[in-house]
């Protein structure tokens, strides 16, 4: 499995992106998927997850209520919709595909990782 994240740049606190996560390979649909995200300096984090099926989902709870994670197995993608962006929110953001089918916040439950794609937050 490749993935391709797509969708960072810079906008002002208060705003929306919304991030892609396209997925080449015939094992999409069977996986369970998440978003991570790593500020410089920091460790990389859990931000969202999504199963196979799109019926599961979880969130951080530094995200909970303004992100949403979907996907589109017939599009092989991903997204995360990301509103009332903060600063802290600033991060590279990774899009991962779980080796089962649900998801979930540990990472070690991931076994492909995409290139990440910038997120930038102003105030």
């Known amino acids: 499995v490749q993935l391709q994240a797509s969708g960072g740049g810079l906008v002002q606190a208060g705003g929306s992106l919304r991030l892609s996560c396209a997925a080449s390979g015939r094992f999409f649909s069977n996986n369970g998927m998440g978003w991570f995200r790593q500020a410089s300096g920091k460790e990389r984090e859990f931000v969202s997850s999504?199963?196979?099926?799109?019926?599961?989902?979880y969130y951080a709870d530094s995200v909970k209520g303004r992100f949403t994670i979907s996907r589109d197995n017939a599009k092989n993608t991903v997204y995360l919709q990301m509103n009332s962006l903060k600063p802290e929110d600033t991060a590279r953001y990774y899009c991962a595909a779980s080796r089962g089918s649900l998801g979930g916040s540990s990472d070690s439950l991931y076994n492909y990782w995409g290139q990440g794609t910038q997120v930038t937050v102003s105030s």
């Open positions: 999504i199963s196979w099926t799109g019926a599961t989902t």
